[in-house]
């Protein structure tokens, strides 16, 4: 009943920039908390940068000034615009939403389909 849709993703430069986008759309009463997950060929998914619903962002130390999140509540979107791009960003990055469907019903998470990130000369 909830439906995560990345876009954004592509093929880029070192030292290029792209922004990804991530709209959350169904049942929806309220989102706790977006975020960017990302996995790269054979290492585990790891969290790159998350947002509370009036809260501040967190990052991942390898992104620390480089990436930044957004949270739109308005759109039920969340971005993450990722400057100064190194091969070691290339992944498919995923992303993550926690969401309340009901005022009587608990969060639950979410997750896009993902989008492919590849920076490469």
């Known amino acids: 009943q909830v439906q995560l849709v990345e876009s954004g993703g592509g093929l880029v430069q070192p030292g290029e920039s792209l922004r990804l986008s991530c709209t959350a759309s169904?049942?929806?009463?309220?989102?706790?908390?977006m975020g960017w997950y990302r996995q790269a060929p054979g290492k585990d998914r790891e969290l790159v940068a998350s947002?509370?619903?009036?809260?501040?962002?967190n990052y991942a130390d390898s992104v620390k000034g480089r990436f930044t999140i957004s949270m739109d509540n308005a759109k039920n979107t969340v971005y993450v615009q990722m400057n100064s791009l190194k091969p070691e960003d290339t992944a498919i990055y995923y992303c993550?939403?926690?969401?309340?469907?009901?005022?009587?019903?608990?969060?639950?998470?979410?997750w896009g389909q993902g989008t492919q990130v590849t920076v490469s000369s």
């Open positions: 993550n939403a926690n969401v309340q469907r009901a005022w009587y019903d608990t969060y639950n998470t979410y």
């Open positions: 169904g049942s929806i009463f309220r989102i706790n908390a």
């Open positions: 947002v509370t619903t009036g809260g501040s962002p």
